[in-house]
């Protein structure tokens, strides 16, 4: 946005990074946080930072575009519903952190015969 001063104002971004299929033999993009500030939410700022996204990976000739959603977050699902999104019911995120991250890192550096 532009104020008066004429300097422009963040009010939204679009994180994401490439990945890659194995499956597909291609990358493809991954959006890993889109956020507007509250103010200037519901003027089509996301969208336009989704659709900017988008044009990235059809430009780039990536044959996806995935991110994650919170399954109690309706509104946002029911915003990509609208785009066209297809729900991956069929995928689970797993996520080591903690202990168990330390734990398993621990594994690296034992001997093959000692696990």
Not at 36 to 56: C, E, H, N, Q, T
Not at 60 to 84: H, K, M
Request: glycine share 8%; charged share 15%; hydrophobic share 45%.
């Amino acid at each position: 946005m532009q104020p008066a001063t004429g300097n422009f104002v963040p009010v939204g971004f679009a994180l994401y990074f490439y990945n890659y299929s194995t499956w597909r033999g291609h990358a493809g993009i991954y959006l890993e946080d889109l956020f507007v500030r509250p103010p200037f939410r519901g003027k089509g700022i996301g969208k336009a930072l989704f659709s900017a996204v988008a044009a990235i990976a059809v430009a780039q000739d990536c044959p996806r575009f995935e991110w994650a959603v919170l399954d109690w977050n309706t509104p946002a699902i029911d915003f990509y519903n609208s785009l066209g999104a297809t729900p991956l019911s069929e995928w689970t995120i797993m996520r080591l952190s903690g202990t168990p991250l330390r734990a398993l890192a621990a594994l690296a550096n034992a001997s093959p015969s000692s696990s």
